[in-house]
Each structure stands twice: as structure tokens, then as C-alpha cells.
């Protein structure tokens, strides 16, 4: 497979009891895969296919779009670890995974009650 680009997947992804992704007892988890692949079209089919095998599904498909590093700003930690998977995921033709679960988002949510 000749792989011309990344493709940022924003999601929300169904999350099985047994999958090696579910630390927490979480139902779903919202994230971005990093998938190289040579079309949208293609990028999505691979990325289903990576959830399948972590026992996930996606529910909601937020949004899907070829990287650009000109879109992203070195001097912000967030767009910098975006630009890091990215590139590595081009490099090695690997799909990368980053997510926060339910149950994480529920905490993050009482912290800011405090």
C-alpha cells in the first residue's frame, strides 16, 4: 500500500467491557485516530476495522480530514503531540490512537465544580 497522507479521524467510538482500551469500566470514548491511508475513503475503512480489533465501534463520526502541519501551531503542546502521532504514523504506516474515556470526562467534569 502506497501511503500519500494522514488522515485525523474525530470520533466517538462504543467501548466493550473486554477491550484493552477500557481501563476505567467506560461505555464509549471520544478521540482522534491517526491513520495513513491513500484516500478518506480508505483511512476510514482501515480505521473501523483498528477499532474492531480493540473491541470498539465507532457511533459518531465528527469529523475526518487530511493532516496539514501548516494547520497546526508548534508553540501549542496540543498541536504539537497532533504533529508528533501524525508524523509517526506517516513514518511507520501505523494507526494511532488517542482518546479520553467517559468515565475520565465525568471526572474532568467534577474537578471543574470544584
Known sequence: ?????????????SLDELSPMNEDGSEYMVGTGFVPAT???????????????????ILEL??????????FNESNEEDRQIIRAAS??????????VGISSEAMECDEG????
Open 111 to 114: 474537578e471543574d465544580d470544584d
Open 39 to 57: 484516500s478518506m475513503k480508505e483511512a476510514v475503512s482501515l480505521f473501523e476495522k483498528y477499532l474492531e480489533g480493540q473491541k470498539m465501534e
Open 1 to 13: 500500500m502506497e501511503v500519500v497522507s494522514v488522515w485525523l479521524i474525530y470520533h466517538k467510538a
Open 88 to 97: 509517526s504514523s506517516l513514518e511507520d504506516g501505523q494507526i494511532r490512537y
Open 62 to 71: 465528527t469529523k475526518c480530514e487530511q493532516f496539514d502541519p501548516a494547520n
